[in-house]
């Protein structure tokens, strides 16, 4: 089992950022790859970005590429997003989530722990 915990989201007025964190534990996190998702009222799970074991390879949604920039830190066992130019669709729960699939996974199926998730509100 993998545990995690999501922290960092909040209200936040369009152009600004936020950073959030996922601390992880349990089985050994760099054995992972990780990614975030996001939930609006109404919508469906979508993929946001993920990062492989090694942190070597990312891979982002066209919607925040540009402007969101994942990040891991093994040692600390910890998984972050930086959130650049956050816009009124960037509104939703943000989750983390695990996976110990191999490739380039992005669908909810890929992943195998979530969080509970952190809420992220872009005012205008």
């Known amino acids: 089992q993998v545990q995690l915990v999501e922290s960092g989201g909040g209200l936040v007025q369009v152009g600004g950022s936020l950073r959030l964190s996922c601390a992880a534990s349990?089985?050994?996190?760099?054995?992972?790859?990780m990614g975030w998702f996001r939930q609006a009222p109404g919508k469906e799970r979508e993929f946001v970005t993920a990062?492989?074991?090694?942190?070597?390879?990312?891979y982002y949604a066209d919607s925040v590429k540009g402007r969101f920039t994942i990040s891991r830190d093994n040692a600390k066992n910890t998984m972050y997003l930086q959130m650049n130019s956050l816009e009124s669709g960037d509104t939703a729960v943000y989750y983390c989530?695990?996976?110990?699939?191999?490739?380039?996974?992005?669908?909810?199926?890929?992943?195998?722990?979530w969080g509970q998730g952190t809420q992220v509100t872009v005012s205008s």
């Open positions: 989530a695990a996976s110990n699939s191999f490739g380039w996974p992005r669908e909810p199926t890929d992943f195998n722990y």
């Open positions: 990062i492989s074991r090694s942190d070597i390879n990312t």
């Open positions: 349990g089985r050994t996190f760099k054995n992972y790859s």
